[in-house]
Structures are given as structure tokens and as C-alpha cells.
């Protein structure tokens, strides 16, 4: 089985089917690591520099933007956020395309722009090599970008929550961690 090696290129559509349908597995270019951890230790080092709140890194969200959240609590402000915006109902999303919302979120995170952890980008990649394929639903929205509900559902197993897909069954995905021997990440 081949393997794709996910870099700071743009991903096109021919390259997408290409992956998926060849079922090549997924690796991080040297490049996409060091601007993972790059974007990593400028907001690391902003956050120890300013006493600046930066919304939603240390700032409660939406009406509560003015709230500075203290650097003790940030862990749990994240994980809290990821929590309450896995809201979705209704159906599924199907399994296909879960893996392919995987791939498309490993490819956004290599450019090193968001401040995400190398750790968390990696375990994507292991849920997408692996088909750990955490259950997102189709129905429900927050904010005006309408993927906040679904970005959460994707996002739960990471820290041991919701359920995921694995060897054809629906199960908790702490279970399936462990089943690794995978800890659940800690969200900075």
C-alpha cells in the first residue's frame, strides 16, 4: 500500500481521488511538520509575551470575548468548546466521507497556520490510516460557517470522547484508543 505524503502543496482534486481511491495512507512532509510546530511556538510565545487577550485562545467566546480565561484553565476552555459544539443530530455523515473530512483537516493543519499541536495532526492521521472514523452527524450549526457542529464531532475522539467506527463498529472511541494504546490528547 502507498502513501501520500501530505505537504504545505495545495491538494487537488485529482490527487484527493487518487488517495482515496488507492487507499494510500498518510504521512507529514519534514516541511508541514516543522510549520506545525513553527505556528505552534509563535503562539506559544505570543501568549507568554502579551497580556493582550487573543480571542478565543485565552478569551471566553462570542459575548463573553471580553473574558480572559486564565493560563491554568486553557486545556479545559478548549476541551470545553469542542464539548459543547458536538451538538449534531440526525443522520450520519457517511463513512467516506468522515475519512475524507479527516484528509481535507490533516492538509488545512499542515500549512502551520493554526496553532494546533503536531500531536493532534498526527493523531488524525492515525485515525485515517488506522479507519478510525469518528461518527459526525449531518444535522445541526453554530456560528455562521455552519461546520463548527460537525469540526467538534471530528474533533472528540482526540480527547477520548464520542464514538468512532472501527473494524466495522460503532463504539466509544475511548475504547478504541486504548485498543491502540493511544492517549487522549491534551487540547493547549
Not at 85 to 92: N, V
Request: aromatic share 6%.
Amino acid at each position: 500500500m502507498s502513501t501520500h505524503t501530505i505537504s504545505s502543496a495545495s491538494l487537488e482534486l485529482s490527487t484527493i481521488e487518487k488517495i482515496l481511491v488507492e487507499k494510500q495512507k498518510l504521512s507529514l512532509t519534514d516541511d508541514a511538520k516543522k510549520k506545525i510546530v513553527a505556528g505552534r511556538k509563535y503562539l506559544d510565545k505570543k501568549l507568554k509575551q502579551t497580556k493582550e487577550p487573543i480571542y478565543g485562545i485565552n478569551t471566553g467566546f462570542g459575548a463573553l470575548y471580553n473574558k480572559s480565561v486564565a493560563e491554568k484553565d486553557l486545556e479545559k476552555l478548549q476541551r470545553n468548546l469542542v464539548m459543547s459544539h458536538a451538538c449534531g443530530a440526525g443522520d450520519e455523515v457517511p463513512q467516506p466521507i468522515v475519512k475524507l473530512m479527516l484528509l481535507l483537516k490533516v492538509q488545512g493543519l499542515s500549512y502551520g497556520n493554526s496553532g494546533v499541536q503536531l500531536e493532534t495532526v498526527q493523531r488524525l492521521i492515525d485515525f485515517y490510516n488506522n479507519d478510525v472514523l469518528p461518527v459526525v452527524y449531518q444535522q445541526g450549526s453554530l456560528g455562521a460557517s455552519g461546520d463548527l457542529a460537525p469540526l467538534a464531532h471530528l474533533s472528540l475522539p482526540l480527547i477520548g470522547e464520542g464514538e468512532v467506527y472501527y473494524q466495522g463498529k460503532k463504539q466509544p472511541a475511548k475504547s478504541v484508543l486504548k485498543k491502540f494504546g493511544w492517549q487522549p490528547i491534551h487540547l493547549q
